[in-house]
């Protein structure tokens, strides 16, 4: 069976999408650096339309989406899609659950050595002359507490690396944990604060929702250890930025890396001037298999949308 629907790729992706959407008639238009106020001008004209996570869709381009069958996100959260306004068009949003796991999983790994031993900044150092060794006593993972909030596939994939590095994990989410996996990384399951209270690291995978807007906001920043670290590597809107950088710069908390912000690209943010705190441009998912993986499984999902499988 073949497709001639016509698809627009609005930011860049694996060139594997592209050439099995091909292979199957569609007809892709390939523009990675498109901009909003093309995307308007443009969109009608198209019945498939494929994001990651730099293009919005918005519920003004959704209302021009005239022959829009499906909007697919390369990746997982779908944050950067009006959900409402494309229900409302009865447009089948898509998403890859299955693609970033790893790749973020293994990113906060890295972040939590980068926290403990200081990596960034000992290069840093150098860099500038500095031979910072006294100043580089740092700490071990082997047996601290991780605190995992939200475990669904990225959480759960963290307590297992992070398991066998033998650290103590602590979970807690909104809905019941994976009792198997609970089983093999010896899970503590706590409620969120009894997690913030208790951990040396905090990780954050919830999806951004009115519930996780600012889900740690300086209440909660405040009854955390004071040597406390956390991750955020799931979306900005789920730390409060501001408090964050108040309880950093007053040492009422350890430090923070940050792979996602409310407003990307985050150059020159504020919390660049603090020596305790690593930031990473939203490249959580930016590995060769991640991209690979992710945009295989969204070609799939369309092939088999278009031939009424799914
Ligand atoms: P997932 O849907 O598999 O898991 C999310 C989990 O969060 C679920 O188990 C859900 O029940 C839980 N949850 C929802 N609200 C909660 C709350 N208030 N408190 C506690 N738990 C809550 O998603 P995932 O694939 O694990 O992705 C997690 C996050 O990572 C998403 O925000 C996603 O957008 C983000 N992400 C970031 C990158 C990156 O590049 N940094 C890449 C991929 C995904």
């Known amino acids: 069976m073949s497709f001639n629907d016509s698809v627009l790729i609005c930011d860049e992706v694996d060139k594997v999408l592209e050439k099995i959407l091909k ?73 890859a659950v ?76 909104v809905v019941p944990i994976d009792e198997e996996f609970a089983k093999d990384v010896g899970l503590m399951k706590a409620d969120l604060d009894t997690l913030l209270q208790s951990s040396d690291y905090i990780s ?26 956390i991750i955020n590597t799931s979306r900005g809107g789920v730390i409060d930025e501001d408090a964050l950088y108040e309880a950093l710069k007053n040492g009422n908390l350890g430090g923070a890396a940050l792979d996602v912000f409310e407003k990307e690209p985050a150059t020159g943010h504020k919390l660049a001037s603090l020596d305790n705190v690593i930031l990473t441009p939203h490249m959580g998912a930016q590995t060769k298999e991640a991209q690979s993986l992710a945009a295989n499984v969204i070609a799939e999902k369309i092939i088999q949308i278009l031939r009424g499988v799914i």
């Open 204 to 229: 954050l995978h919830v999806p951004l929702l009115d519930s996780t807007y600012h889900l740690i906001d300086a209440k909660r920043l405040s009854t955390m250890k004071k040597t406390a670290k």
């Open 98 to 173: 299955e693609g970033a796991m790893t790749a973020v999983a293994e990113l906060v790994l890295g972040l939590m050595f980068s926290l403990a031993r200081q990596i960034p900044r000992a290069d840093r150092g150098i860099r500038n002359d500095q031979w910072l060794k006294k100043q580089m006593l740092g700490t071990e993972l082997k047996g601290k507490y991780l605190g995992i909030v939200g475990l669904g596939n990225i959480g759960k994939r963290l307590g297992r690396l992070a398991r066998g590095l033998n650290m103590n994990i602590i979970g807690y989410d």
């Open 23 to 95: 292979e199957n008639g569609l007809q892709v238009t390939y523009e990675p650096e498109i901009t909003p106020e093309q995307i308007k001008e443009k969109i009608s004209q198209f019945n498939i339309v494929i994001v990651r996570s730099r293009t919005k869709i918005t519920k003004e381009m959704i209302d021009k989406a005239e022959k829009c069958k499906i909007i697919a996100r390369v990746g997982v959260g779908l944050d950067n899609i009006d959900l409402d306004a494309a229900k409302a068009k009865n447009i089948r949003v898509i998403n």
